[in-house]
């Protein structure tokens, strides 16, 4: 996957479920070492970057409070992608599920980078609209 695969995978598996959230979809950053993305509402901050010669996926939540993102160490404050994950899904119905993939379906990808892109997109979907009613969500 390259920096344009990348984006492309961002724009079409992202940023419509993000908007329908409140979010807005803010410059993106491509270099040869990472590409990252990030969506913002007022009280909130989605990340998503990958670094393609880790192969490594990162998708966080920031809070945010007072114009400051909340600190990237602090786990309860920012929430990582499996953090979500392992909280949330669980509460997933299996109609969620199936109008999900409804959602995804015209989104093509070329290979496993791609594939893990959407996987996260689909996954956090489901999870993200859980966590921001929590109180948790509601904190920042």
Partial sequence: M?????????REAFEPFLKELGFVIDEPSISGRSF???FTTHKSVVSVSY???DDALFVMVFGRK??????IDNRKETPWFPDLNSQYMAA??????LANEKAFKFV???????????????ELRLV??????SPDGQRT
């Fill in 92 to 97: 997933v119905t299996q109609t969620e599920r």
């Fill in 51 to 53: 670094e393609p010669g």
């Fill in 128 to 133: 993200l609209p859980k966590y921001l009613r």
């Fill in 66 to 71: 007072n114009g400051q993102l909340s600190d």
């Fill in 36 to 38: 990252h993305i990030s």
């Fill in 2 to 10: 390259n920096g344009q695969d990348f984006l492309r995978i961002a």
């Fill in 108 to 122: 093509m990808v070329r290979d496993n980078e791609e594939r893990q892109l959407l996987k996260a997109a689909k």
